[in-house]
C-alpha cells in the first residue's frame, strides 16, 4: 500500500483543517488506520487510530474532543477532522496503516508499518 497526505497549512489558534489521506489497493478496507504527528525536534507520535470498518478509535489525550478520524472505505481515504487548533499541534502529520488483515490494533502505534510522507500543519498564535 502507498498512503498520501494533504490538506496541511497554516492556519490561526481556534481553526479547523482536514488533513486527508488517499491509499492504493484493494486491501485498504481491511487496515486499521492512523495518523501520527511529529513537532519540531521531537519524536513521532500517534494521535488517533480507526478500525478497518471505522466503527472504532482511539485518541491522545492532547487532542480528544477536539479531533475526529474517520474514513471512507469506498474511497481508500482516511481523515482527520481538526478543530479549536492550538500552536502545539503544530507538527508534521504523517498518516499510516497497518497491514495485518483486520488486526483491530488501531490504538497501538507498534502495530502501524506504512507511512505515507506527511504533510505540515502550523498554528500560529
Known amino acids: 500500500v502507498q498512503l498520501q497526505a494533504f490538506g496541511g497549512g497554516l492556519v490561526q489558534t481556534g481553526d479547523s483543517l482536514r488533513p486527508s489521506c488517499a491509499a492504493s489497493g484493494a486491501a485498504f478496507s481491511t487496515y486499521s488506520m492512523g495518523w501520527f504527528r511529529q513537532p519540531p525536534g521531537k519524536e513521532r507520535v500517534l494521535v488517533a487510530g480507526?478500525?478497518?470498518?471505522?466503527?472504532?478509535?482511539s485518541y491522545a489525550d492532547s487532542v480528544k474532543g477536539r479531533f475526529t478520524i474517520y474514513r471512507d472505505n469506498a474511497k481508500n481515504t482516511v481523515y482527520l477532522q481538526m478543530n479549536s487548533l492550538k500552536p502545539e499541534d503544530t507538527a508534521v502529520y504523517y498518516c499510516?496503516?497497518?497491514?495485518?488483515?483486520?488486526?483491530?490494533?488501531?490504538?497501538?502505534?507498534?502495530?502501524?508499518?506504512?507511512w505515507g510522507q506527511g504533510t505540515l500543519v502550523t498554528v500560529s498564535s
Open positions: 499510516a496503516a497497518d497491514r495485518s488483515y483486520y488486526s483491530g490494533r488501531y490504538y497501538d502505534a507498534n502495530s502501524y508499518d506504512v
Open positions: 480507526i478500525s478497518w470498518r471505522g466503527g472504532s478509535t
